[in-house]
């Protein structure tokens, strides 16, 4: 299955590069591009890169900085909306 349609990546090459040492979407970058044309693949090459056990992608360590998520391992609690002032 391709996860980069502008440059022919598939999920095993990506999956290689994660064997490889591959940790961050730029790095696996740096090795096929997948990730730097159009962008579209990018939340799937950080899907398999957390399914590999690899870090979070940063978007996800920047919500739960914001509040708007739960730091891994803890239970969700219910919040007011931060809109709702």
């Known amino acids: ?4 349609m502008c440059h ?3 999920e095993a090459q990506v999956k290689d590069a994660i064997d490889a040492g591959a940790a ?3 790095q696996i970058a740096k090795g096929c591009k997948a990730g ?7 939340r799937r090459i ?3 890169l957390g399914e590999h056990g690899a870090r ?3 978007t ?15 239970t969700p609690q219910l919040r007011p909306s931060p809109l709702a002032a």
């Open 24 to 26: 961050t979407p730029r």
């Open 60 to 74: 996800a360590r920047l919500a739960v900085r914001l509040g708007l998520a739960e730091p891994e391992g803890e």
């Open 1 to 4: 299955m391709y996860v980069c």
């Open 46 to 48: 950080q899907a398999l």
């Open 36 to 42: 730097t044309d159009c962008g579209s693949c990018v």
């Open 8 to 10: 022919a990546v598939t």
């Open 56 to 58: 979070p992608c940063p």
